[in-house]
């Protein structure tokens, strides 16, 4: 049986199965396949069976084009184009008969489903009469409509009694239109049913809702913020769910882009000061001159442009929490103050001898092996042991590929929330999984939005995809070596060896494979005494 899928822009958007002696096209709503564009007439063309074939009959007046040639009766052939407006649909054969999985028919028009593996939390936002409207696609069956007694009730003259009812079938939401007197639209063809999927554009009457992932649903992928669907991922949260509760202090550790702030926030929100104040702090995005001030606050006068009395972080978190980021950037001296507000629970301004008693639980996180500092007496080993109450390790991306797919498409959504929908390949999904992401979700992000603005067509493709190349810090922090208690000097060490033994000792092509100026690289072989021939070290001059 042939098949017309009609496509725009390259994405295929409805399939329409030729399964009836006569299929009508064209921009009333009565037709067989409804298409919203004025320069198709209201009853544009016929697609009649005439035993083994198939004619087109224009009801136009003006031809339809088929393979670029105005007709008003022609015999199609399978890979026949016949243009509608901006549409082209393209005569193609089943490939297998039925298709259940891949495709549904409902009213006469059959759309074709983006398969995912894993079904997704969908919610719908919109607008109507200039008020926020927002439908979370919960349970198994939501019905819409101006009657009462559906479960979303929409008071417009547009909207029919018993609209269209969305429902939950083999791990996917679809839409199916229940007769309503102006029609349902997906991305801007009418449809009697069809599958949803995030950043599709659901037309019910005159207004626009927008399908998108609705991250706070916990089954399957929200967990209080953090957007993760693979099992490797369960440990962190029940971790997350018995911790919180408590006043311990938490230790945060993982690779940088890891996710850290959303697993101290979720810490926060489990907790029992949740309605009070979390406040953060990235320790390496501040002086270490301005630290003391910013914990603790000061006096005034207590230095030179100390013109009045500030405030510290301790005190804005005071029955609440705090989250100080890259915690294994603090300087010794700042250590020393923050382990005696730790035990002791006080804390003293800067120009001040007055104590003030704080009661602020306090997270902390860090890429760093923080053990390896306290061994070359970079970080004290009392504040090590008194941050480190309880540990979270969030597991690198790569350890968690379920999670590629599901994140890929909650940034493309978010990247596309002010622009047109698109959609990513299979091909492309299958890419990302295979890469190791050396910059974890952060780095996942930017790919994303960076495909999707610079994208041509509406389907990302694996072409699309740019990944950067790992710099020297990615390859410390992904180093086996450092998991094996090295110091991060010796994993530098050994990175940048290997580096230049595998382009023969090349300054210039292992400087750039290493993410560091050429410079950068002879000031590190000089001051680690590393010679650019293999197995060789330089002698100290």
């Known amino acids: 049986m042939l098949e017309l899928v009609v496509s725009k822009g390259g994405k295929d958007l409805v399939a329409l199965a030729l399964d009836k002696k006569t299929v009508s096209i064209g921009r009333a709503g009565t037709n067989d396949l409804s298409i919203p564009d004025p320069t198709v007439s209201r009853h544009q063309c016929q697609i009649v069976t005439e035993g083994k074939k198939l004619r087109l009959l224009d009801h136009s007046g003006q031809g339809t084009s088929v393979d670029g040639k105005r007709v008003k009766d022609a015999l199609l052939q399978p890979g026949a184009q ?3 407006g901006t549409l082209t649909g393209t005569l193609r054969e089943r490939a297998d008969q039925p298709r259940p999985a891949d495709t549904l028919t409902g009213g006469g028009t059959e759309v074709l489903l983006d398969k995912q593996d894993q079904p997704e939390a969908l919610k719908l936002v919109g607008q109507l ?3 926020p409207l927002e439908i979370k696609l919960s349970g198994n069956v939501v019905n819409l409509g101006l009657e009462p007694t559906n479960d979303v009730v929409v008071k417009d003259s547009f909207i029919s009694a018993f609209h269209c009812r969305f429902y939950k079938k083999s791990g996917a939401w679809f839409i199916v ?5 102006n029609g349902t639209k997906v991305n801007g063809v009418r449809i009697g049913e069809a599958q949803l999927s995030a950043g599709a554009v659901v037309t019910l009457g005159k207004f626009e809702l927008r399908v998108e992932l609705d991250i706070d649903q916990t089954a399957p992928g929200g967990f209080h913020g953090i957007l ?11 971790t997350i769910r018995r911790v919180a509760p408590t006043d311990e202090t938490v230790l945060i550790t993982g690779e940088t882009g890891s996710g850290k702030e959303l697993v101290a926030q979720a810490v926060h929100q489990l907790s029992l000061r949740s309605d009070q104040t979390l406040v953060t702090l990235n320790c390496a995005a501040i002086t270490k001159d301005l630290l003391e001030s910013e914990l603790f606050g000061h006096e005034k006068g207590a230095f030179t442009g100390a013109q009045s009395r500030r405030l510290g972080l301790f005190e804005e978190a005071d029955k609440g929490s705090l989250f100080l980021d890259e915690i294994g950037e603090l300087g010794l001296d700042i250590q020393a103050k923050l382990l005696r507000a730790l035990e002791n629970g006080e804390i003293r301004r800067v120009g001040s001898n007055t104590p003030i008693r704080i009661d602020a639980r306090v997270i902390t996180a860090t ?4 053990p ?4 070359s007496g970079d970080f004290r080993q009392d504040l090590y042991y008194r941050i480190c109450v309880i540990e979270i390790a969030i597991p690198p991306l790569r350890e968690r590929p379920k999670d590629i797919p599901l994140l890929a498409r909650y940034f493309l959504q978010k990247a596309t929330r002010n622009t047109g929908a698109r959609t990513i390949s299979k091909q492309a999904i299958e890419s990302l999984v295979k890469y190791r992401f050396p910059g974890n ?3 996942l992000k930017h790919v994303i939005t960076r495909a999707a603005i610079l994208c041509p067509q509406d389907t990302i493709e694996a072409s699309h995809l740019a990944f950067s190349p790992p710099t020297l810090a990615d390859r410390v922090s992904e180093s086996k070596i450092y998991r094996k208690g090295k110091t991060l000097q010796e994993v530098e060490v050994e990175t940048i060896r290997q580096t230049l033994n595998a382009h023969d000792g090349n300054q210039k092509a292992a400087a750039r494979v290493l993410g560091i100026a050429r410079s950068t690289l002879i000031h590190k072989m000089e001051k680690y005494n590393i010679s650019s021939k293999p197995g060789e070290t330089n002698r100290a001059s």
Not at 177 to 181: A, G, I, Q, V
Not at 228 to 238: A, I, K, L, N, Y
Request: net charge negative.
């Open 177 to 181: 239109d229940l007769d309503s007197t």
């Open 129 to 131: 009469k200039s008020k």
């Open 82 to 84: 016949i243009n509608f």
């Open 372 to 375: 390896s500092k306290v061994q």
């Open 228 to 238: 993760s669907e693979d099992p490797v991922m369960e440990p962190v949260f029940e």
């Open 441 to 443: 979700v952060r780095e």
């Open 367 to 370: 890429h760093q092996s923080l």
